[in-house]
């Protein structure tokens, strides 16, 4: 166990639809990294919080957004869903805003678009 | 394009075999990050080497750093069949992790 909570677990949606996934990162980690697994395209990162405020971002659509809140979890929503977005979506915590420290991944929300 | 290649994509090798995973990659990082991921879960750090050179072992498996901080190799010896997984090298610069494709290592008892 990570200590990186993700709910939830598994999700349906349809085309066109809009889902939010969340994300508690470990206790005392203040920086939140996203990240979408796929098979033809692995691991990919999406985008990375540190103490509520964006500080990278990665390969992220337009349609996809994140936030961290006040009490340091984070959302990730995705928006006019479409087929292409099934995938593993995955939540990791760091103590710092530094790429090199260690990230702690979460189990993951596996999202199916119908 | 992945900007770190992963060799093999598969392995398939018998309990008590020796194996090694190789990442190389054309740009240099800060550092670099070995993970294992098992089915249904999130990616699990093995290792995080981050001086040209180094070497690191964690009990049989042995990390290595190349001198030009482009590439690393991770070895593991007498394989069992926990060290079934996919093996992950990442790459980090200021402001991206960037992950190779991964190595699928299957150990048969």
């Known amino acids: 166990d990570s200590g990186v909570t993700q709910t939830p677990k598994h999700l349906i949606t349809a085309t066109g639809q809009r889902v939010t996934l969340r994300c508690s990162p470990r206790?005392?980690?203040?920086?939140v990294y996203w990240y979408q697994q796929s098979l033809d395209q692995g691991l990919q990162f999406l985008i990375q919080?540190?103490?509520?405020?964006?500080?990278a971002k990665g390969n992220i659509l337009e349609r996809f957004s994140a936030q961290q809140f006040p009490d340091l979890h984070s959302e990730l929503n995705l928006s006019s869903l479409e087929l292409g977005d099934s995938a593993l979506y995955f939540c990791?915590?760091?103590?710092?805003?530094?790429?090199?420290?260690?990230?702690?991944f979460g189990p993951g929300t596996r999202l199916t678009v119908t | 394009t992945q900007l770190l290649e992963q060799s093999p994509q598969f392995l398939s090798i018998q309990e008590g075999e020796n194996l090694t995973v190789y990442c190389n990659s054309s740009?240099?990082?800060?550092?670099l990050q070995w993970y294992r991921q098992e089915p249904g879960e999130g990616p699990v750090l093995l290792v995080t080497?981050?001086?040209?050179?180094e070497v690191k072992k964690l009990k049989r498996l042995t990390f290595q750093f190349g001198d030009a901080r482009k590439d690393s190799s991770l070895h593991i010896t007498a394989a069992q069949p926990g060290d079934t997984g996919l093996y992950l090298c990442?790459?980090?610069?200021?402001?991206?992790?960037?992950f190779g494709a991964g190595t699928t290592v299957t150990v048969r008892a």
């Open positions: 990791a915590s760091s103590v710092e805003g530094d790429m090199s420290y260690e990230q702690y």
């Open positions: 206790s005392g980690d203040l920086s």
């Open positions: 919080y540190y103490n509520g405020e964006e500080r």
């Open positions: 740009s240099v990082f800060s550092s």
């Open positions: 080497v981050v001086t040209g050179g």
């Open positions: 990442a790459g980090a610069d200021d402001y991206k992790l960037s």
